[in-house]
């Protein structure tokens, strides 16, 4: 698929738990995450957050994050990736459902920003 | 103008400051944040020395460089972009004029944290300082102690809002030890 989307959170299970929710409803978006510190501790890490850009076979990214330190390492993340990646400021667990649900049926990305702009909560 | 020689010994006088201060640092994250600044300051400042110690740098970018990076990846907390993007902005100055290391790195602080002063940050302790040609200790300490009645409207801190008044801002209390160590360099 063309676009995909990244799950950065401060824990490692809200990661998982928030691709785990999303997959039912699009099973051919890719998803990839990047949650918690590399020893488990929470906490979010740029080198994870570039990897989950790496993993991903989508060339272009929405990404979705948890609180505001999420964010400055994914804007660092951002400046480091040949990737195209935005970041929303959105509630992670209802953008990031909406987003994929959106992109399963190849909603145009365009409607899938308006759609997202309601949820904007940072 | 500082050397690499002079950057080295204010990593060490800082560290030395987050170290024996890390249990202070994350008891005033407690009531305002999640608890952990200590901790992370303390990581992220044990892989600094780490990296640094016994290592030759061609000139004072190239060691504010490497501070960066052992900073953004070993720091963990928001404090890992903040203060690991004023030490890159800090790198791309050229060379050690504290004159204008200071204002790079606040300008880099206030774009990566979207913070202003006023909003109970290090920025609010950064400004101060960065504006003036000569600070002193007092000073730094004036600026530290003036974020205790802020409200807080950036980061972690926000999300308690007025509780946040009467607290210090942690990253304003590290970035204190942080100036107060340049200045023991600069003597």
């Given amino acids: 698929m063309e676009y995909g989307v990244v799950i950065v959170s401060h824990v490692s299970e ?18 990839t995450i990047a949650g918690g510190l590399e020893n488990g501790d929470v906490g979010t890490d740029m080198q994870r957050i570039i990897q989950a850009f790496e993993d991903n076979s989508a060339t272009k990214l929405l990404a979705f994050y948890d ?26 667990v209802e953008s990031a459902y909406t987003a ?3 992109l399963q049926v190849e909603t145009k990305i365009e409607d899938v920003e308006a759609q997202l702009k309601d949820l904007k909560v940072k | 103008m500082l050397d690499v020689e002079n950057v080295k010994k204010w990593m060490t006088k800082f560290n ?27 990581r992220g400042m044990n892989a600094v020395m780490e990296a640094i110690a016994d290592k030759d740098f061609t000139d004072v970018p190239a060691i504010f460089k490497t501070i ?6 070993k720091v963990g907390g928001a404090s890992g972009p903040l203060y690991g993007t004023a030490f890159m902005e800090m790198a791309k100055v050229g060379d050690g ?30 400004a101060p300082i960065a504006e003036k040609t000569d600070f002193t200790a007092d000073d730094v300490d004036k600026a530290v102690e003036a974020t205790k009645d802020m ?31 340049l200045l023991e360099v600069e003597e």
């Fill in chain 2, 151 to 181: 409200i807080a409207t950036k980061g972690r801190a926000s999300y308690v809002g007025e509780r946040s008044v009467g607290h210090i801002d942690p990253g304003a209390m590290s970035s204190g030890y942080l100036l107060k160590a």
């Fill in chain 1, 67 to 92: 609180l505001g330190s999420a964010k400055m390492n994914l804007e660092m993340a951002i400046e480091m990736t040949d990737k195209e990646v935005k970041l929303y400021d959105t509630a992670l």
């Fill in chain 2, 16 to 42: 030395e400051q987050i170290q024996a201060h890390h249990d202070y640092l994350s008891e005033l994250d407690t009531p305002i944040g999640d608890g952990d600044h200590g901790n992370n300051m303390a």
């Fill in chain 1, 14 to 31: 809200i990661a998982q738990g928030v691709k785990r929710l999303i997959e039912q409803v699009a099973k051919d978006v890719p998803v």
């Fill in chain 1, 100 to 102: 994929a649900a959106l």
């Fill in chain 2, 97 to 126: 004029e504290v004159s204008a290391l200071l204002p790079a790195a606040l300008a880099g602080i206030k774009k990566r944290g979207k913070a202003e002063t006023g909003e109970k940050t290090m920025v609010d302790v950064w």
């Fill in chain 2, 68 to 73: 960066a990076m052992s900073l953004i990846s």
